[in-house]
């Protein structure tokens, strides 16, 4: 059986993604600008900060605000610390020892290991998936009253026509997912102002126990 540090060669000279590593620019640290640098790093940003904005995040926080106002608050802080921290510690696996976290799985965990943790992977992403499509399914009805089935169809379309843009190159894909997410948060800016919330009762669900 090879050692630990075989297994680590091995599994950095397999890349993930191999289409796509390395495929974004990032200037010279010393040569560019601020902004060059924002703009080189904002597409892995928005790709990673799109989990927060799919429809299912948004279905599951309505209801969870119409029942408990303010309450659940601290909550939602505490998750999103968490995901930040996960999320610091993928970045410092992938800066420090050139592997993604399946890489890391299959250098140090046992076989069979790997496998249960494949399929607890896969019944999480499936669980996730569907609250996005049923989210989104349910949204296209509340617009433009499209059957709940055709808007579950329509939103597995539209995915595949996202995956097609990979053939131009990741950086069409994040020009797309950045422009998506600049359009929700704007639309929800307008909504939260519209709902003219209390700034007291906010401050008082963040600091709840």
Not at 158 to 174: C, P, Q, T, Y
């Amino acid at each position: 059986m090879a050692r630990p540090d075989e297994r680590l060669t091995v599994q950095r000279e397999k890349r993930s993604l191999d289409d796509i590593n390395r495929s974004v620019q990032v200037p010279s640290v010393y040569e560019s600008s601020f902004f060059q640098k924002f703009l080189a790093y904002s597409g892995p940003g928005a790709l990673v900060a799109v989990g927060y904005m799919d429809p299912g995040n948004w279905l599951t926080a309505l209801e969870g605000g119409s029942r408990y106002h303010y309450a659940l608050l601290s909550v939602l802080l505490m998750s999103i610390l968490v995901a930040m921290f996960m999320q610091t510690l993928a970045i410092k696996l992938g800066v420090v020892a050139r592997l993604d976290l399946a890489q890391a799985i299959a250098a140090f965990i046992p076989h069979w290991s790997r496998i249960c943790l494949w399929l607890i992977n896969e019944a999480a992403m499936m669980a996730t998936d569907m609250t996005g499509v049923v989210g989104t399914a349910i949204a296209l009805k509340l617009l433009f009253g499209l059957p709940l089935m055709w808007g579950m169809l329509l939103t597995i379309a539209d995915v595949l026509v996202v995956l097609l843009f990979l053939r131009f190159g990741i950086r069409r894909i994040e020009l797309i997912v950045l422009v998506s997410i600049l359009t929700v948060g704007i639309i929800f800016g307008i909504e939260v102002a519209r709902a003219d919330p209390s700034i007291g009762g906010i401050a008082g669900g963040f600091l709840a126990h």
